[in-house]
């Protein structure tokens, strides 16, 4: 059984989770419950879902309905043709 986080703690998760950063709220939630790397996941992203329905024009969450998971919204742009500029690599 998971240990609980407390109310300052789920603030603390939100705030990181509205400002786009989901590695940093799932270790903050994987660090005081012990739980593994993918339930750890899986919760965030259902605590995003539930933020969204709470705060729908304030929380990232479900912007696009298309985007179902963590890794698809992790997944990197591809680039439109091949002539873009903005994926060139370095020198």
């Known amino acids: 059984m998971p240990n609980e986080l407390t109310d ?4 603390v ?3 990181e989770i509205f400002a786009g950063r989901m590695i940093s709220a799932i270790n903050l939630y994987r660090s ?14 259902r605590y ?3 933020l969204h329905n709470q705060f729908p024009d304030t ?3 479900a912007a696009d309905p298309s985007v179902t998971s963590f890794s698809q919204r992790m997944s990197p742009p591809t680039a ?3 002539d873009s500029t903005h994926y060139r690599s370095r020198p």
Not at 32 to 45: V, Y
């Open 48 to 50: 995003e879902v539930e």
């Open 13 to 15: 998760i939100a705030a």
């Open 59 to 61: 929380a990232p969450a």
């Open 32 to 45: 005081p419950t012990g739980l593994d790397l993918k339930d750890s996941e899986d919760a965030i992203e």
């Open 80 to 82: 439109v043709n091949s």
């Open 8 to 11: 300052a703690q789920w603030r």
